[in-house]
């Protein structure tokens, strides 16, 4: 993954830490992941549901782990 970490232009330690939940990624950090990854950031507000309630990291969202 080291690789992911340079094309976001940050650290394998912050890539690391974000896959196991330690932190909580910005706005900027998620545009240069997800560009890294050939992806699009799209946020839309809305109140949550209950299934939506927990807090998700990206090895869920990706199954990284």
């Known amino acids: 993954m080291n690789g992911l970490a340079k ?3 940050t650290t394998q330690k ?3 830490r974000i896959e ?7 706005v900027d950090l998620l545009q240069r992941i997800a560009a890294a990854l050939d992806l699009e950031v799209n946020i839309s507000l809305r109140r949550p549901s209950s299934r939506l309630s927990r807090r ?3 090895s869920t969202l990706y199954g990284l782990r």
């Open 20 to 26: 196991h939940g330690e932190v909580s990624v910005g």
């Open 56 to 58: 998700l990291t990206l």
């Open 7 to 9: 094309k976001a232009h």
């Open 14 to 16: 912050v890539i690391s």
